[in-house]
Each structure stands twice: as C-alpha cells, then as structure tokens.
C-alpha cells in the first residue's frame, strides 16, 4: 500500500465488530469506523466524549459474520454546569437584539468548566460573519458552542450545519432573548452527525425557557 493511503487508514481505521463479544472501545482520542450486523457505526473520541453512532446500513440482505453495536453518548466531563447557561442567558440578553457567541470548554486536567464569549469580525440583529475562535488554555476542549439569535426565534439554521459539520460538540441556540421565556434549540454535533435533542432539566430552571 502506498504511503499515504497507509497513513490514513492508521489515523482512520475500520473494525470488524466480534460476535461473541463486545468491541473494546476507542481508549484514545480518534476515530474509527465499526463495521457491524447491522451496518457501518462511526465512533468518535475526545477527552470529554464518546459517541458512537450508525451511519450507513446494507442494502443487501446478505450474511454479515459480525457482531451488533449499540449508539452511545458518553459524556466523560460530566454534566456542563447550569450557572454558565445562565451566564450565556445574561450575555444575550444585555446584547439584544444583537446576536452573541460563546464556548462553554471543558479542562482535561483541571475538570474545571468556563464560559469564554467569543468575537466577529461583524454581528447584528440577524446575523454574525467571520467569528474568531478563541485562543483555549493548555487542556481545554470545546463541549457547548453557544449563540443566539436575538430577536427571532432558535433555530440551526444552514450556515450553522456548515459551522458545524467537522466539529465534535454541543450546539445550543437562545432565541428570543429579550423575552421571560426565550425559545431554544439544542443538538449534538459529530464529524457531521446532527441530533437534535431536548434541553437539559438543569438549564431549564436558570433559562425560564420554551424548551424545543
């Protein structure tokens, strides 16, 4: 095999799933393919997550000698802390009906969480062009990516599916900020994986919000 092809399919393996026994999970930040009974299930690591989910399925019905996965969210930092939701509620509200952005990241070696907002190079009512990420501690990660959308309602709209496609994160949207009950919308995000998904209870209380 040449040596650039060797190269990516040691970054980017594919794994044959055992029947008679579990598939031993990623222990390292990466990415691999599993191939299963079922169909082919991709498997994302980071220091703060595990998700596995399937992306493709057999449009044969032949034999697969394989064994079954099961889709996991493995959340190994732990539950994000409310009260930076309710520090991202405050930001948004202040600003309305301009729309803000901030990280919620997670340290590795510390546990520790903190909100960071972040900068554009333009932001208005309806829209935010040529935000800056944030220069991170030695450690952190990205969990929450957080905007809202001032005035209007949450929503993930297309430019943020193509924001999104190659992270590894939450996204969460605050609408309607200048209200007592601002709408939301929340999803996972995952090499292109998008799965929408209700608010936690424990940001809803600091939210007040019309969860989606």
Not at 54 to 80: E, F, M, W
Not at 89 to 112: F, Q, S, Y
Not at 124 to 145: K, M, N, T
Request: net charge negative; proline share 6%; glycine share 6%.
């Amino acid at each position: 095999m040449n040596a650039i092809d060797s190269l990516l399919q040691t970054s980017f393996p594919s794994v044959m799933v055992p029947m008679r026994e579990s598939v031993v999970a990623l222990d390292r930040p990466g990415e691999r393919l599993l191939i299963a009974a079922d169909g082919v299930y991709l498997e994302v690591v980071r220091s703060w997550i595990r998700v596995v989910r399937r992306i493709a399925k057999y449009d044969v019905a032949t034999a697969i000698p394989y064994g079954r996965v099961d889709a996991v969210t493995q959340q190994l930092c732990g539950p994000v802390p409310p009260q930076l939701i309710a520090e991202f509620r405050a930001m948004a509200r202040k600003d309305h009906p301009v729309e803000v952005m901030a990280w919620i990241v997670w340290n590795a070696l510390t546990g520790a969480f903190r909100i960071v907002q972040l900068t554009a190079r333009s932001q208005g009512s309806g829209h935010i062009e040529g935000y800056q990420r944030p220069d991170l501690a030695e450690g952190e990660h990205l969990v929450v990516d957080c905007h809202s959308h001032g005035a209007h309602e949450a929503y993930f709209s297309p430019t943020d599916n193509d924001d999104d496609v190659f992270d590894v994160k939450f996204a969460f949207v605050l609408g309607e900020c200048g209200s007592d009950r601002p709408s939301t919308a929340f999803r996972l995000c995952a090499k292109g994986i998008f799965e929408k998904s209700a608010v936690p209870l424990s940001w809803r209380s600091v939210l007040g919000a019309e969860v989606a």
